[in-house]
Structure formats: C-alpha cells, structure tokens
T-cell receptor, first 120, second 116 residues
Framework: AQKVTQAQTEISVVEKEDVTLDCVYE???????LFWYKQPPSGELVFLIR????DEQNEISGRYSWNFQKSTSSFNFTITASQVVDSAVYFC?????????????????WGLGTSLAVNP | KAGVTQTPRYLIKTRGQQVTLSCSPI?????VSWYQQTPGQGLQFLFE???????NKGNFPGRFSGRQFSNSRSEMNVSTLELGDSALYLC???????????????FGPGTRLTVL
C-alpha cells in the first residue's frame, strides 16, 4: 500500500534555529513523485517542491533544503535559520506513476502534516 | 494572474441537507482536483476533473459527486449530509494534460463546511 508518514505532529522552535521535518513514504512503484506543500494559517496550500524518483540530488532554495534518500524512503525538509513567517503546517505527498491499462488512475497521497511553530 | 477561487468560504448546514461548492481554477488550467481536509484524516483526495471528465476518483461514497464545466470551473456536491462531512474542502487546479497530479497544484483557500 502507498503511504506517507510524517511522524512529527508538532514542532516548536525559537527563531533562527534550524529545523528538519521528516517524511517517510511507502510505494511499490519505481517511478513516483514526491512533494512538499506549506499550509499557513490562511489555509491555502502552497507548493514548495516536486522531486521525481530518479533524481536523488538534494535541493536547496534559499533557507529551504530537501534531502531525498531512496535507500531509506525518506524525503526530509530542512529550514535553516527559521523565521516566524515559517510557522505553518507542512505536508509531504506522494504521487505514483499510472498503472498500465488503468488510464489516468493517479492521485496524491498525503501525510498528516507537521505543524511548525516558530517563536520569536 | 488570479488564483484559485472557491465559494462560499464558509457554510453551515444540517444533517440530511445537500450542499454545492464551487471552484474557479486559474485561467488556462484544465485540471481541477478536490480534497477533503479534517484534523483526524488529513487531506484526502475526492476526485479530479479534466476537460469536463472525471479522470480520477478517491474512496468516498456516492454522496460526493462533482462536475466540470466547459470553462473548467468545477462544482462538487454532497448529498444527505452527515456530521462527519464537516471539513475544509480544498480545490486545486493545475495545467493538467498528461501530467495529472505530477504537476504543481495551486490551491484555493477552501470552503469550511460545518454540518450540525
């Protein structure tokens, strides 16, 4: 079964601390995509990154970085020098490749999210 | 470019009633997906529409239905409401095509449905 686990329900840090949000996934497919989304208090989910299963290079975007390790089925997200504006719920999601003959039967499978509170 | 809009933002209904939620995707986006978000179950996929056809469906009962119009706007309907249907309903649009959920999805602010 396909599954995304975000073991950390809530994290609280003080501004300027580094914080890592964990994401572990399960899938039988060799081709799949992983995503991170941010949901600030306003409620709108914001896309952060998409990574396909063949690209294990780590990615850095400003204070954000992602560590993809297929060997441990993990796609962790690190925020460096956190800021109060980073306070949000962060979701990890998995999208699998379509099965032959199954049409476009694909969907995003979401973790339950990690609520990050960055305190001044 | 205007973002994804959802109406209404808040809705209060009673058990047994039905409700229709509306979503207008970003201009040029042909794929619209619907999600239900609850504290206990997180985000759960309801269905996806592309070019007026339901392309993908989650594991929800038949009381949940949707449709998409020729201008890509989408509606979802929930009939015979139950208390457990109280949730934030999110709509997401993407360019669609062969990309499906692989594409970056842009989310609306959601409709908060409360069933009493």
């Amino acid at each position: 079964a396909q599954k995304v686990t975000q073991a950390q329900t809530e994290i609280s840090v003080v501004e300027k601390e580094d914080v890592t949000l964990d994401c572990v996934y399960e899938t039988r497919d060799t081709t799949y995509y992983l995503f991170w989304y941010k949901q600030p208090p306003s409620g709108e989910l914001v896309f952060l990154i998409r990574r396909n299963s063949f690209d294990e290079q780590n990615e850095i975007s400003g204070r954000y970085s992602w560590n993809f390790q297929k060997s441990t089925s993990s796609f962790n997200f690190t925020i460096t020098a956190s800021q109060v504006v980073d306070s949000a719920v962060y979701f990890c999601a998995l999208s699998e490749a379509p099965q032959l003959g199954a049409g476009n039967n694909r969907k995003l499978i979401w973790g339950l999210g990690t609520s990050l509170a960055v305190n001044p | 470019k205007a973002g994804v809009t959802q109406t209404p933002r808040y809705l209060i209904k009673t058990r047994g009633q039905q409700v229709t939620l509306s979503c207008s995707p970003i201009s040029g986006h042909r794929s619209v997906s619907w999600y239900q978000q609850t504290p206990g179950q997180g985000l759960q996929f309801l269905f996806e529409y592309f070019s007026e056809t339901q392309r993908n469906k989650g594991n929800f009962p038949g009381r949940f239905s949707g449709r998409q119009f020729s201008n890509s706007r989408s509606e979802m309907n929930v009939s015979t409401l139950e208390l457990g249907d109280s949730a934030l309903y999110l709509c997401a649009s993407s360019r669609g095509g062969a990309g499906g959920p692989y594409n970056e999805q842009f989310f609306g602010p959601g409709t908060r449905l409360t069933v009493l």
